[in-house]
């Protein structure tokens, strides 16, 4: 069961790698397209709304909204793509076939009833009797999406499309048939089973969607109207789930479907909290971005509790390694607030002393979310990559509260964890005063090159992972998220211990899941990682 869910889990962020590039395209086209944000900049408005200029970033927003605005086939397609072991060409465009289908069928059994884009309007709602908030509620099960009037199951929609083509094509994709009907017999068997597919989804959402939906509006409703409880539930269970490369399955249908809550954005129903922050930016309107959107929390970590944990780090170790641990931290730190990789840090305290991170570390940054939100922070992500198309509208921005929470959970970090390093006598690095303690120790990369002129290493890393992972003939799948190794093994007991792969592979940390399922923490060098080590193994 765990195996399966770090599957899905990985399946989930496939299409999520557009959205850095998407976002970044939306935040510039649609601050320079923006009236207040070039008065802003001592332009004239009706010159630059006349110049080549303005029809280029115009171009420019257009391209990040196409990220935004068909998530749903994207996610069908990724997830297709992702899971398939084989042909995997076949299996995403098999699940376009899909999804085109589920539209479809949608479309014309909503036309068959009687419902159109003109009837369900909120105007439209309201001028049958229904109140202003049941019309937009009921106005918002509907969209146009692709050219077709359907229900707006966007990436629920996708998902399920993704999954259930993934299962077809898993088990159809070789199939042989008769000699008369050869020419559809394998790979072309799943986009035939997956356009049926499509149209018994469309049937089933016609169905189910009116309940579904309504189930999740109310469940958004629920976690808003629990208010700073359901906050800080959220980033708690957020930060627990990270280790275990679980947490896209709560917080990807938080931010991108009607699970994240439902808002009109230019007069145009936009669902998931990243979404309707997306919607805010690219908006010439000078509004603040939703503040319950669960990432304030991100900024607070990322430049006040990790940097606070760092100094209380490198304040605990020996002389000695003092030196050496400032080169790693300032690494760690400076990676962690430009990019937002976290690993290093997390994983050195959940290997050495995982109560640490779970009773103390994740407790703290679901307080910092709950701060945040209570102080109304405007801000989307945390981290400097994700805020450059952000910055470039700052009326659309809250993020005055951070100048009084950065410091105090820098201090409240700092001063906790630097306590119970020293009381309890944690093995951070630098700590380390005996042979028995060497196996704790994070190195650099210069006792990996150092290991590797002695010859005590692999010929290659790609070649090292293999070995440690059992041999090639343990290992059944090798795939990778942002950050991790996720890995399928025959038997996980043939794997190395979790000391070589920190002091010989330059891994950050180890996370086994179930029996069979690994990952193996490598921070943003993974993918590169991850293709070396399939190209050894000779598989796609």
Partial sequence: MKEK?????????????????????????????????????????????????????????????VIFKNLGILYAAGV???????????????????????????????????????????????????SPIEATKASALF???????????????????????????????????????????????????????????????????PFIGGMLSNFAGFVHSSGLLGTFVYRATNEILIPFGMHPLLSLPIRWTQLGGTAVVDGVIVS??????????????PGKLLVRAFMGGNAIINFAIYPGIALAMYHTTRKENKKKVAALLISVVVSTVVFGITEPILFTFLFIAPWLYFLVFAPLAAIGEVLSEFCQVSIYQGNIKDWIPFILRPEKLNIWPFLWLFPLFFIISYALFRTLIV??????????????????????????NEKIKNGTAAPT????????????????????????????????????????????????????????????VYGPDVCSIAVDVREQLGIS
């Fill in 80 to 130: 297709a793509f992702s899971l398939a072991k084989k042909e995997q060409g076949w299996a995403a465009f098999s699940s376009v076939v899909a999804y085109l289908s589920m539209l479809m069928t949608l479309s014309v059994l909503l036309k068959i009833h009687g419902y159109s884009a003109d009837s369900t309007t909120i105007d439209a709602f309201i001028s049958q009797g229904m």
């Fill in 423 to 448: 009381r309890c006598n944690i093995k951070t690095p630098g700590r380390e005063d005996t042979a028995e303690d060497e196996e704790i120790r994070l190195y650099t990369k210069q006792d990996y």
């Fill in 272 to 285: 998931g909290t990243s979404a309707i922050q997306m919607a805010q930016l690219a908006s010439p309107e």
């Fill in 143 to 209: 969209t146009t999406e692709l050219g077709y009037f359907t229900y707006r199951t966007g990436v629920f929609g996708g998902l399920a499309v993704g999954f259930s083509v993934a299962a077809i094509h898993a088990r159809f994709y070789n199939t042989k048939l008769p000699a008369a009907l050869a020419f559809f017999s394998g790979t072309r068997t799943v986009p035939i089973l997956a356009l049926l597919a499509g149209g018994a989804a469309g049937v089933f959402f016609y169905v189910g969607w």
């Fill in 461 to 520: 890393l790609s070649e090292g992972i293999i070995a440690a992972l059992g041999g090639r003939e343990n290992i059944v799948e090798v795939d990778n998220c942002i950050s991790r190794l996720r890995i399928i093994l025959v038997n996980a007991e043939l794997m190395a211990a979790d000391a070589h792969w920190k002091n010989n592979l330059k891994a950050m940390g180890v996370v086994r899941i179930g029996k069979n399922a690994v990952q193996i």
């Fill in 5 to 65: 869910l770090q599957t899905y889990g990985k399946a989930m962020l496939v299409p999520i790698s557009l959205v850095a590039i998407g976002g970044l395209l939306l935040g510039i086209g649609g601050a320079l397209t923006s009236e207040v944000t070039v008065k802003s900049l001592g332009l004239e408005w009706a010159a630059w709304s006349g110049s080549v200029f303005y029809k280029a970033f115009m171009v420019i927003k257009g391209l990040g909204e």
